[in-house]
Structures are given as structure tokens and as C-alpha cells.
């Protein structure tokens, strides 16, 4: 099996190493950012709707000729958006937007203050039952998010997006995840701005 391939809890299985579109557009390059992606072999994207370049992701890959089979797209609810019925039309823009299906699906933050991220997670546990993702998770999610998400029953995250780098490793997420089946994928795993190499 190829080592860039990682299998998620349901079987899904995609690249390990996918193109991160934070703050991508500044630019003005997204075409040619997603064009190089693709030609180089990455299959994987991440973009959110705070990003404000969904639009630009989905003309880019259009422009691509790429193949949906090979594409795995993920996305995710912003902080504005939790609550029930909120999240499940933020989910419908941000898929009319990019101009194809959604992969994977995740809440942005859990903003506890709002008191909202569990109904959040009961829109994508449906979202998910539909098949209209074929994956759902969290990103910046702690241990003690996760177990209230456990304690409402059905599917638990399938992904928890976070920061992890060379100069950070949150060994005790990486411990209850592996415990839990859930997947830790690093944001800016090489710090931003290339930090890392210095």
C-alpha cells in the first residue's frame, strides 16, 4: 500500500499529505496554486468557508480537468455557523460554492461559548447518514470536546484537525485519538511561513 495513504475509521481512505488553501488567495494565484497541486500528484484540499476562497477552489479545479474520483475535498463550518439549521445551509453554500460534492466535513472550532457545537455535530452526524459527505470531523477540538461529542451517541469524529508540528506535539490527543479510531491531521504541519526550515 502506498505509505502517503491514510484509511479513516469507515474505510474512506486519501492522501496523508494534502494542499492547505489558508490565506492561499492573497495572491491572486488559486488557479495556479490548484493547477501545480494537481499536476504534482496532491489530491488532497483543505479550504474552509472563513477562508473566503471556496469560489476560487472550485473555478480552479473546473479549469483543472481533474477527475472527482481522485479529488478528496474537505471543508468546514465556521464559528458563525453552529446550531442545527445553520450548519446544514452553511454545508449547502460552501458545496455551491466549490461546484462538487464535499469529502470530508468538519467544525471549525467548537466555540464553547456559544454552547451550539453539539447541535453543530448532530447536523453533520445527518449530513453524513444522507451520504451527502463521505466523512465528518472537528478541528481544534479537545479531549474534553470529543467526549461530550462521544456522549451524544452515533458516529464520533472520524478526523480532528490540529495544530501539530516538530515544535508542538500534543502526545496526549495523539494518545486518546489513536484510543478513539480518530484520525489527527496537522494544520501548517511546517509552521507558517516556512518557519520550520530556519
Given at each position: 500500500m502506498d505509505d502517503n495513504i491514510s484509511i479513516l475509521r469507515n474505510g474512506i481512505s486519501r492522501q496523508m499529505i494534502g494542499v492547505g488553501t489558508?490565506?492561499?488567495?492573497?495572491?491572486?494565484?488559486?488557479?495556479?496554486?490548484?493547477?501545480?497541486?494537481?499536476?504534482?500528484?496532491?489530491?488532497?484540499?483543505?479550504?474552509?468557508?472563513?477562508?473566503?476562497?471556496?469560489?476560487?477552489?472550485?473555478?480552479?479545479l473546473r479549469t483543472c480537468n481533474y477527475k472527482r474520483e481522485e479529488l478528496f475535498l474537505t471543508t468546514k463550518i465556521w464559528n458563525e455557523d453552529h446550531g442545527y439549521e445553520k450548519a446544514i445551509k452553511a454545508f449547502e453554500r460552501s458545496e455551491q460554492r466549490l461546484g462538487t460534492t464535499i469529502d470530508l466535513l468538519l467544525i471549525h472550532w467548537p466555540c464553547p461559548m456559544n454552547g451550539l457545537y453539539e447541535e453543530t455535530w448532530k447536523a453533520l452526524q445527518d449530513l453524513y447518514a444522507e451520504k451527502r459527505v463521505k466523512a465528518i470531523g472537528v478541528s481544534n477540538f479537545k479531549i474534553h470536546h470529543l467526549e461530550k461529542l462521544k456522549k451524544l451517541g452515533g458516529e464520533i469524529p472520524m478526523v480532528n484537525q490540529i495544530e501539530m508540528h516538530p515544535f508542538f506535539i500534543d502526545w496526549e490527543m495523539l494518545d486518546y485519538c489513536r484510543k478513539n479510531d480518530i484520525c489527527v491531521e496537522a494544520w501548517s504541519p511546517l509552521l507558517r511561513g516556512a518557519e520550520i526550515f530556519h
Open positions: 489558508y490565506k492561499a488567495s492573497a495572491e491572486g494565484c488559486m488557479e495556479e496554486i490548484i493547477h501545480t497541486a494537481w499536476k504534482l500528484g496532491y489530491r488532497g484540499i483543505d479550504t474552509a468557508e472563513h477562508y473566503g476562497n471556496e469560489s476560487e477552489i472550485g473555478e480552479a
